[in-house]
């Protein structure tokens, strides 16, 4: 139980292009989703925590209109990495919690993202 | 200020067992998660304790002492694919993971 699906793996295009990435919960419906990035050899680092039918909240840093969360149910969360540049390029993961706050968080298999 | 300390590398051999220690300080304290993290993949959920004491999971068993801010996780019967990171990722008040950069284990036939 508690699949998460995360797609697409990887992804490689253009500076300018915008990118979106999917995150599925499979078997149980996600209360929260959260959005992280990883560099190499890097702690993961929290981008933005969403609950179904609201806004998501982005940590300090993270620019809202850069990184587009929707999170339009309880199964299904969606970034969208507007205008990437080569700097945007990292490893990007999603997690979902079911159920209470102290309930584990499980992960996609992340998406790796290269902008040319 | 929030803080994790866990060794940045350890070694070890096929079939021994490894500890693998974690001090933390968060504001606040729900409970405390370790995942495993192999290169190039996403974590995977090990273990969580919210209360002192052993929580043990067949090869792997997890270990907390509130009041010292201290948390173990222990590895048995080490196998190969057990070369992964290892993160201790206690939560503050509002439930929020802290992440470290995790101990890398190097397991050695």
């Known amino acids: 139980g508690a699949v998460v699906s995360q797609h697409p793996s990887w992804v490689i295009c253009k500076s300018g292009t915008s990118v979106k990435i999917e995150c599925r919960s499979l078997?149980?419906?996600?209360?929260?989703m959260f959005w992280y990035r990883q560099f190499p050899k890097q702690s993961l680092m929290l981008m933005a925590t969403?609950?179904?039918?609201?806004?998501?909240?982005?940590e300090q840093g993270v620019e809202k209109d850069k990184f587009l969360i929707n999170h339009a149910s309880l199964t299904l969360s969606t970034l969208t990495v507007t205008s990437a540049h080569p700097e945007d390029s990292s490893f990007y993961i999603c997690?979902?919690?079911?159920?209470?706050?102290?309930?584990?968080?499980?992960f996609g298999d992340g998406t790796r993202l290269s902008i040319l | 200020g929030q803080n994790i300390d866990q060794p940045t590398e350890m070694t070890a051999t096929e079939g021994a067992i490894v500890q693998i220690n974690c001090t933390y300080q968060?504001?606040?304290?729900?409970?405390l998660f370790w995942y495993q993290q192999h290169a190039g993949e996403a974590p995977t959920f090990l273990s969580y304790?919210?209360l002192d004491g052993l929580e043990e999971k067949g090869r792997f068993s997890s270990f907390l002492s509130r009041s010292k801010g201290y948390s173990y996780l222990l590895l048995k019967e080490l196998q190969m694919k057990d070369s992964a990171s290892y993160l201790c990722?206690?939560?503050?008040?509002?439930?929020?993971?802290?992440w470290g950069a995790g101990t890398k284990l190097i397991i050695k036939p």
């Open positions: 997690s979902a919690r079911g159920g209470e706050e102290y309930q584990p968080q499980h």
């Open positions: 304790n919210v």
């Open positions: 968060t504001s606040g304290f729900n409970g």
């Open positions: 078997d149980f419906q996600a209360t929260t």
């Open positions: 990722a206690p939560t503050d008040s509002n439930y929020q993971l802290i």
């Open positions: 969403s609950n179904e039918g609201s806004k998501a909240t982005y």
